[in-house]
């Protein structure tokens, strides 16, 4: 009885697929693709108002310069970007590789932030 009960149970749970990290997804996420990110920005609250700055993660990019020419550090160089609950953004943020410092990479994000985490 027990047994047939708990395999019941277990068929009944949903997949939900797992939030993989801000960095991860510039990183390694194709375009055009939607993922769950876990840390997209931080919290901070002013008086009787939160908000939510997006977080822009130190990344290992491919550098194509010569001088380069392989996995190096890129850091943003896009100024401060806030998310506001359950309100499509779509911004971009630039990054520039520490190195060299001449090659830059641009990315275009359609970001929602789901209510439900703040
Ligand atoms: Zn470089």
Known sequence: MSDAGEAQ????????????SFAEFLEEIAPTQQVKVS????KSVRGT??????????????????????LRFFRSTTGDLYVK????????ITYRCSNCQSIQKTFSLHIWLCSALT
């Open 9 to 20: 149970g277990a068929s009944l749970v949903a997949k939900e697929p797992e939030a993989i």
């Open 39 to 42: 840390d997209l920005f931080t």
């Open 49 to 70: 108002s939160a908000y939510y700055e997006l977080q822009r993660p130190e990344l290992q990019l491919h550098c194509s310069k010569d001088t380069c020419n392989g």
């Open 85 to 92: 609950p359950n309100e499509p953004k779509l911004c971009y």
